[in-house]
């Protein structure tokens, strides 16, 4: 095997011995899109609110007047068209998969958006689903886009490392939330992403607290925060704090999050973008 092998995606079903020096051709889909950032959102665990964060991001940053695209690479457990209120199939044409579009012009791919009833289960092995994410890679026509979110599922295995060895990821966003245990398995994810000499753009710890309808105490039901913390420790930047807001479930719930208002969601969007900026000069 060539050196290059212990990186390839293939590595492990590949039978020649070496890989070819050219990158692959282009497929019609890619020469017709043009993607600036490509940006995973990952957590390493589940159930600290990856996909509202991934969803928000896009909003906030579509707000600020960028062209957004979502990438649902939770093949097994898709919610962002559910969130976004997505109910039409992707189309096709001679060029490749037409993503859905949100009433505000975010474009999003998912296989809830392909298969024909979105509560049928997926039973897909590992090699499949990767297959997949690859495919929403190179034959979506994604157009101009300043950013592409990637929503990852939880953990460290085949989609993670499928999207960190086969799409140009300019960086990543780790998700968290106060509980201890929630702290140790994102380390996981962070030193994964350390392992594959890529950009962490930051950390956002989610679920922080709840307030009080009534007097707008912090009521910190999963600990205290310690995001910040967490962020220099890794010495990664520390992009802010979400709270539980009933108000955001029942938005997604209705598929209307693009209508939900956030001071937290666009300060940390905006600290996003700066972090970018700074990273690529």
């Known amino acids: 095997m060539?050196?290059?092998c212990?990186?390839?995606?293939?590595?492990?079903?590949?039978?020649?011995?070496s890989?070819?020096?050219?990158?692959?051709?282009k497929t019609k889909a890619q020469q017709a899109s043009n993607i600036k950032n490509v940006i995973a959102v990952m957590s390493g665990k589940g159930g600290v609110g990856k996909s509202s964060v991934t969803s928000m991001l896009a909003v906030s940053l579509m707000r600020q007047g960028f062209k957004v695209g979502i990438l649902d690479a939770d093949i097994t457990g898709p919610s962002i068209p559910r969130i976004f209120g997505?109910?039409?199939k992707a189309n096709m044409n001679?060029?490749?998969?037409i993503p859905g579009e949100t009433p505000h012009g975010i474009k999003v791919m998912s296989l809830n958006l392909m298969i024909p009833n979105e509560d049928d289960p997926v039973i897909w092995r590992g090699s499949i689903i990767t297959q997949l994410v690859q495919q929403f890679w190179t034959d979506v026509v994604w157009g101009e886009l300043d950013y592409l979110l990637i929503d990852l599922p939880p953990g460290t295995g085949d989609v993670p490392i499928t999207v960190m060895q086969s799409l140009p990821v300019s960086g990543v966003v780790i998700v968290t939330s106060p509980q201890q245990l929630a702290g140790m398995i994102v380390r996981k994810a962070i030193n994964m992403v350390k392992k594959y000499d890529a950009t962490i753009y930051g950390l956002v710890e989610n679920m922080a607290y709840v307030a009080c309808p009534q007097c707008e105490e912090r009521i910190e039901i999963f600990g205290k925060p310690h995001g910040e913390a967490e962020a220099a420790q890794n010495e990664i930047p520390y992009l802010g704090q979400l709270p539980i807001d009933p108000v955001l479930a029942t938005m997604?719930?209705?598929g209307?999050?693009?209508d939900y208002e956030s001071a937290d969601f666009t300060q940390i969007a905006k600290n996003l973008a700066e972090v970018i900026q700074e990273k690529q000069k």
Do not use: F, H, M, N
């Open 6 to 17: 212990g990186s390839c995606p293939s590595a492990s079903s590949c039978t020649t011995g």
């Open 19 to 25: 890989c070819p020096s050219t990158q692959p051709e």
């Open 2 to 4: 060539s050196d290059a």
């Open 252 to 254: 997604s719930d209705l």
């Open 86 to 88: 997505l109910r039409d």
């Open 94 to 97: 001679e060029v490749g998969v």
């Open 256 to 258: 209307k999050i693009e």
